[in-house]
């Protein structure tokens, strides 16, 4: 028990790699050696109790192994949360995380870029600003801060001739979709990196996602 099972044990629990990697020559010899005994006797274990799974963990599992094993492993805390925080991603829904459309800023169809806004733009530091049509929850178009290079505010452009010359596209999305799906839609970068999120049927926007948002989710 001492010299057969106690002792190799806890070698190898330690040192498995490196025992296993001088010791591979033997191994192999005496698989070679038992193989005819051996592999009829594991092709009728596996009939009659299936194949072996070996060590399976589901994401609830593997996040609990990081949060117990982090002292002893050479991740650090940031990473750790990285790790955890990518394996929710699919648990959480948009709602959880979007900005609700109260906390936005936004500018009505019928603004004019005058200097007024164009400085109230450049204060609030957006680069995307949704634009809505009367009701704040009909949001239909997208304003991308960039587009203001070629304005001259003297000219006093109204917004919608702006929107509808770039006719910037953007995300629609369900408040229940998950954050995944979310992720790999803003992947794409077919029609941006901001989603304006739709709440029940016919109720139009409740608020907005971006990618910055998923990404301050995982971190």
């Known amino acids: 028990v001492i010299f057969g099972e106690i002792i190799p044990q806890a070698i190898c629990s330690r040192h498995g790699l490196a025992v296993g990697a001088k010791t591979i020559g033997i191994t192999k010899f005496f698989m070679l050696l038992t193989a005819p005994l ?3 006797i594991s092709k009728l274990l596996d009939l009659v109790l299936g194949e072996e799974l070996g060590t399976v963990y589901n994401r609830a599992r593997l996040i609990e192994l990081l949060r117990v094993t982090q002292a002893n492993m050479d991740l650090n805390k940031d990473e750790v ?5 990518a394996l929710v ?6 709602e959880d995380i979007m900005t609700p459309l109260g906390d936005c800023y936004m500018l009505p169809l019928e603004a004019v870029l005058d200097f007024d806004t164009i400085s109230e733009i450049k ?3 957006y680069s995307r600003i949704p634009v809505y049509d009367e009701e704040e929850t009909n949001v239909v ?4 801060a960039k587009d203001l290079l070629f304005i001259d505010p003297d000219d006093k ?11 910037t596209q953007f995300i629609t999305a369900e408040k229940d979709r998950p954050l995944n799906k979310m992720l790999d839609e803003f992947k794409t970068g077919e029609k941006g990196h901001l989603a304006i999120v739709k709440g029940e049927e016919d109720c139009g926007a409740i608020g907005l996602v971006s990618l910055e948002d998923i990404i301050e989710e995982i971190i």
Not at 89 to 94: A, N, S
Not at 141 to 144: G, R
Request: hydrophobic share 40%.
């Open 38 to 40: 051996s592999w009829p």
């Open 81 to 85: 949360n990285i790790l955890q925080g």
């Open 89 to 94: 991603l699919q648990e959480k829904k948009i």
């Open 123 to 125: 204060d609030k530091g």
């Open 141 to 144: 178009h997208i304003l991308l």
């Open 157 to 167: 452009k109204p917004l919608a001739e702006v929107c509808g010359f770039y006719k």
